[in-house]
């Protein structure tokens, strides 16, 4: 095995460099070496001063989450550190990349920091549902104060080298090369006494018990039933009242108690789930990518205008074309002004937004894409319009170029066979609004070369987003799911659940809003439309989204119409009589017997086709594993991330559970449509005790 730890003396300085690739994570293995590294820079009289620091593109990124898992092994890492900042001589962090989490730690226990000016450095543990667990929030906050800590541990947010060394966090933004600087500042400190952070006063600032409470208070409303943000208030608490070593004590049983939790497995399941996503069996990680420098998209609507905004912000030259001036002009407009507000609100330079808006032309003439490597077809959701587009695309485009459409539930295959070259189709399905929503789906159809897989997957990450693969089939891996979530959140209100308790069942499980919210914000209209366009496919069910279709034909298009499931006032969203009675009379029709619900019976009645559904699509390999459909929901659906998703929720509750519980569900409302019928991998999966995270398709 290469050595994951690097010892090298010269000129008096022990230079220590962390070797593990690709982001130099803490294993059991690296912490060993460390520590060895260190004890033997700390006995060698020829090292006066020491410097940590990271091989390959970045510092240590933190503790190695594969590990999490498994019993802790010693060393553990705050003893390592423990040792760096007990040291005799001077240890300097020389900080490039990301010192993130445990890696930060240790630069917290050195004596002196100093990074490069595009370095980050945090504590990002909430947002893998734990705190830190090494003395970042005993260290931390006797560098930069209490409240800034807790902001930074609070949020998992990562700091620029600007903001680091403003605060207090780090030493020094080195001028020119890192490591020149580092050796610089080491020879500087040699002979001087080590500046220990765990003995430093604390930098004054609100440290009454009031001041904690109102962290705490403030930190729960913001995480509603997620631990971890306000245990990083009582770890940082706990540093302004106990001795240090206390501290460091109560900080790890923390940290241990909340790494053990379901909420810290879904959200570890979720980080690793993030980064498979973009691992697709049978196109290796080093095919040659087609390179992308211009992008096209066709159609200035709320969609296309949002697309182009993502590839503007990434750099990229985007040329937009529409059929009419008028359209044009609106998506000019949509498109300025979201950067007006940017500017606005202090998160964009107006340099910056020049320089995108300089990088942006608008065209009625298709001729404008001919050199683009990249096209994307955001227009109307009608596969004639599409196909007609796609058929220029072919004639206009130059050889090689990606044809992308952005079809949220049409065939692509169908779209892709009317070109000459079907290899080069692919769906990248954008979620609204476009530049802020962070799930792509990219579709594969029949035909896709892998390469085009390959380069939509990358140039996804280069937007920013999560991309997540998806085979052809009505309403890919989401809006598939999301098709039998609506059926039974429609269903409920036929039996008397009420649209304000469906939603909140829902939302006080943590979806980030319910499934009524949800419609009238797309628009009831949009999700008519979308039933229509498989209406030939659905159930002979008289009941089936029947307040959604009602509603529809009642003009009441969602908050665009101010009047949905809900109506909307200067209150906000309100419940609506015309809409209860409009539900009682349905269900008089239909002879629908009417009776009260437990928040939990609403919550699986909506989860459970949303987990069969899931099993389906695996089955029929359109997602490629489970944890791409968690990925999906999470990012792009407002699955609480908590949660890990629904097939880590199925997974966690038990398949069996979930088959009983459709059995339960089949006996009181019928299964005459096959709603309750477990997909038969679920089935297979209950009844072998298995989960969906163990199964693959080999
Ligand atoms: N432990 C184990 N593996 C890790 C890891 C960690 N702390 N951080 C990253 N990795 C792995 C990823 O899973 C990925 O593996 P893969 O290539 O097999 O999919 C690989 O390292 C590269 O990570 P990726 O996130 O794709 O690289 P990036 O350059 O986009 O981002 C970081 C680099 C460091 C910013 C990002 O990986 C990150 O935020 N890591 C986690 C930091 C963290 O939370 N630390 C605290 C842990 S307690």
């Not at 690097?6 to 690296?30: R, Y």
Request: neutral net charge.
């Amino acid at each position: 095995m290469a050595e994951l730890v690097h010892l090298a003396i010269e000129d008096g300085i022990a230079v220590i460099t962390v070797d593990n690739p690709p982001v130099n994570a803490f294993s059991h293995a690296v912490r060993v070496a460390l520590q060895s590294a260190v004890r033997n820079a700390f006995a060698n009289a020829a090292a006066k001063a020491l410097i940590i620091h990271g091989a390959g593109k970045t510092f240590m990124a933190g503790s190695d989450i594969k590990e999490f898992d498994a019993p802790p092994k010693d060393p553990w890492l705050g003893e390592v550190i423990d040792e760096i900042e007990a040291g005799s001589k001077p240890v300097v962090a020389a900080i490039h990349g990301t010192a993130l989490g445990g890696g930060f730690e240790v630069a917290l226990g050195c004596h002196y920091r100093i990074c490069d000016a595009k370095a980050k450095v945090g504590l990002p543990e909430v947002t893998l549902g734990i705190i830190p667990g090494a003395g970042g929030t005993q260290r931390l906050p006797r560098l930069i104060g209490v409240e800034a800590a807790i902001a930074t541990a609070g949020s998992g947010k990562p700091m620029s080298a600007a903001e680091a060394l403003k605060k207090g966090a780090v030493d020094e933004i080195a001028s020119g090369d890192l490591m020149t600087a580092a050796r610089a500042a080491a020879k500087r400190l040699t002979g001087t006494a080590p500046r220990r952070t765990s003995e430093q006063p604390f930098p004054g600032g609100p440290q009454t018990p009031a001041f904690f409470e109102a962290q705490r208070g403030a930190m729960k409303k913001r995480n509603r039933g997620f631990p971890a943000p306000p245990t990083v208030v009582d770890a940082i608490e706990a540093a302004t009242k106990v001795a240090f070593r206390e501290g460091l004590a109560r900080e790890r049983a923390f940290n241990a108690e909340l790494k053990d939790s379901l909420q810290s497995k879904a959200l570890r399941h979720l980080f690793f789930g993030e980064r498979t996503v973009a691992h697709i069996p049978g196109i290796p990680k080093d095919t040659s990518l087609r390179p992308i420098e211009a992008v096209g998209v066709v159609g200035a609507g709320t969609m296309g205008a949002g697309i182009a905004v993502n590839f503007l912000n990434a750099g990229y030259r985007v040329a937009v074309t529409e059929a009419k001036e008028e359209a044009l002009a609106r998506g000019r407009n949509t498109i300025t002004k979201i950067y007006d507000r940017e500017v606005e609100k202090g998160r964009l330079k107006p340099e910056a937004r020049e320089d995108r808006l300089n990088r942006l032309t608008l065209s009625l003439d298709m001729g404008a894409l001919k050199d683009v490597d990249l096209v994307i077809e955001a227009a109307f959701e009608d596969m004639g319009i599409k196909q007609e587009i796609f058929r220029k695309l072919d004639a206009v485009c130059k050889p090689g170029a990606i044809l992308a459409s952005n079809t949220s539930t049409l065939d692509l295959n169908q779209i892709a066979n009317v070109t000459q070259r079907p290899q080069d189709v692919i769906g990248t399905h954008f979620f609204s609004p476009a530049h802020i929503m962070r799930l792509l789906e990219v579709v594969r159809g029949a035909k896709t070369a892998n390469d085009v897989i390959a380069t939509l997957m990358a140039a996804g990450k280069k937007i920013d987003k999560v991309a997540v693969l998806s085979g052809v089939c009505f309403g890919f891996i989401g809006n598939r799911m999301f098709e039998g979530y609506v059926r039974e959140s429609q269903r409920l209100l036929l039996e008397g659940a009420t649209v304000q308790q469906v939603d909140k069942a829902l939302t006080d499980w943590g979806m980030a809003m319910g499934p009524h919210a949800v419609i009238d914000l797309a628009g009831v209209d949009v999700s008519f439309l979308t039933r229509e366009g498989n209406r030939a496919n659905l159930p002979p069910d008289p009941t089936y989204c029947l307040i959604g279709d009602k509603l529809h034909h009642l003009g009441r298009h969602g908050q665009k119409t101010k009047k949905g499931f809900y109506k909307y006032g200067e209150k906000g969203a309100e419940a609506d009589p015309e809409v209860e009675q409009l539900i009682r009379d349905e269900a008089g029709r239909l002879k629908i017997a009417q009776r009260t619900f437990t928040d939990q019976e609403i919550v699986e009645r909506c989860l459970f086709p949303l987990i069969t559904e899931g099993a389906q699509i695996l089955d029929e390999g359109i997602a490629l594993r489970s944890v791409d459909i968690d990925v999906v929901w999470c990012a792009g659906y407002g699955f609480p991330r908590f949660r890990g998703g629904p097939m880590f929720h199925g997974d966690a509750i038990g398949l069996q559970a979930v088959v009983d519980g459709m059995a339960r569900f089949a006996k009181v409302q019928g299964n005459d449509y096959g709603y309750w019928t477990p997909a038969p991998l679920l089935t297979k999966l209950a009844a072998e005790g298995k989960t969906f995270k163990e199964w693959s398709r080999t």
